[in-house]
């Protein structure tokens, strides 16, 4: 199985900061990477798909990164909407995996 | 617009069983593979399984296998998970999922809100 790594398990950031989130996998997935954001009490929302294709409906502020073992997902500039956990995700083989999350919290 | 709504979540025994339903809408359902993700109190998420649009083509996680079968039903534009043997690992909310450009990389795009399931005696 792929294993997926994410790093910070957890960060705290002001509005209008940027925020890096780095997620690798213990094998090349070349691109096969996908972000999604989760706020408590609801379901992901697909952010990122493709390592660097920014999902339909998803402000430009959010941006992805990355090939083969090593991704980053950035947020330029931190809204208030975006305290939120971020996971990240491998479609290069069964079983899919996700990393372990980030919880992006207010300082 | 893509809907999701699963449905026959609840409380069950260890050893029982369980069978989840996802009715979709606003989009051609046979077109589409389909998944069950999973996401256990206070945990991240996991895969559970998905089929193929047309139902021929199946893939399961390990700690599944043998236990939860993934089916659809294309006439009611619908998704059901049976689950047998229950553990209470199994506990969790259970995500229906939609699967877009499966053969270019696999986003799962559309979520619905969930079903929860708890297995407890």
């Known amino acids: 199985d792929i294993q997926m790594t994410q790093s910070p398990s957890s960060l705290s950031a002001s509005v209008g900061d940027r925020v890096t989130i780095t997620c690798r996998a213990n094998q090349s997935i070349d691109i096969y990477l996908n972000w999604y954001q989760q706020r408590p009490g609801k379901a992901p929302k697909l952010l990122i798909y493709?390592?660097?294709s920014l999902q339909s409906g998803v402000p430009s502020r959010f941006s992805g990164s990355g090939s083969g073992t090593d991704f980053t997902l950035t947020i330029s500039t931190v809204q208030p909407e975006d305290f939120a956990t971020y996971y990240c995700q491998q479609t290069y083989s069964t079983p899919l995996t996700f990393g372990g999350g980030t919880k992006v919290e207010i300082k | 617009q893509v809907q999701l709504v699963e449905s026959g979540g609840g409380l069950v025994k260890p050893g029982g069983s369980l069978r989840l339903s996802c009715a979709a809408s606003g989009f051609t359902f046979s077109g589409y593979y389909m998944s069950w993700i999973r996401q256990a109190p206070g945990k991240g998420l996991e895969w559970v399984s998905y089929?193929?649009?047309?139902?021929?083509?199946?893939y399961n996680s390990d700690s599944v296998r043998g236990r939860f079968t993934i089916s659809r039903d294309n006439a009611k534009n619908s998704l059901y998970l049976q689950m047998e043997t229950l553990r209470a690992e199994d506990t969790a909310m259970y995500y229906c999922?939609?699967?877009?450009?499966?053969?270019?990389?696999?986003?799962?795009?559309?979520w619905g809100q969930g079903t929860l399931v708890i297995v407890s005696s």
């Open positions: 493709a390592a660097s």
């Open positions: 999922v939609r699967v877009d450009d499966f053969w270019s990389g696999r986003k799962f795009d559309y």
């Open positions: 089929i193929s649009g047309s139902g021929s083509t199946i």
